[in-house]
């Protein structure tokens, strides 16, 4: 099995590694932080908006089981690309849209992925998603990492995290690894 690597920005990093950590073909999903110029990021300093850091999941997937344009398709459909600096409640260049691509081949897809998509007018408004050459990544804290699972009956978790999660496992369910 040979792994490929993509890493995604799509506002709180909880919730896009909830979306991608339970698909077939992705091996793991780590939060983190990518894009920013300050070496060894905390939240703390991300959450200032001064290290042009976005939170990010850098995803590991085998391209054999989920192609790179598959886990394109669900992060066009899990969040809002339309917004710049902006998800829901949540503000700043760190939630910002973002695909931070591992090859010259990664661009290409994604520049093709997000101009159709765009075309479908799956959003009312036009995709401003940032598509960039990934740089250093940079794991974010322990706590974040498996955050929806861990604290499930987290207020966040409960309220944002929980019925986007609903309505994902609906849409995408023959792509869910099972269940045990």
């Known amino acids: 099995m040979s792994l490929e690597t993509t890493t995604l920005g799509a506002g709180c990093f909880w919730c896009v590694e909830a979306v991608y950590q339970d698909l077939r073909g992705v091996a793991s999903a780590v939060s983190g932080y990518m894009g920013g110029s300050l070496e060894h990021p905390t939240y703390e300093a991300v959450c200032s908006g001064r290290t042009d ?14 192609s790179f344009d598959d886990l394109l398709y669900i992060f066009w459909r899990t969040h809002d690309p ?28 994604a520049i093709v992925s997000k101009v159709n998509t765009d075309k479908t007018n799956l959003w009312p408004d036009p995709i401003v998603t940032e598509i960039a050459p990934a740089s250093a990544f940079w794991p974010a804290e322990d706590y974040h990492q498996n955050y929806y699972r861990l604290n499930p009956n987290q207020p966040y978790c409960a309220i944002v995290i929980d019925p986007k999660m609903q309505a994902f496992r609906q849409k995408f369910a023959e792509r869910l690894q099972p269940t045990a």
């Open 53 to 66: 850091h976005a939170e990010v999941v850098q995803l590991q997937f085998d391209p054999e089981i989920i």
């Open 82 to 109: 339309t917004t710049l600096n902006r998800q829901g409640a949540d503000r700043g260049t760190q939630y910002r849209s973002v695909v931070f691509y591992h090859s010259p081949e990664q661009y290409e897809r």
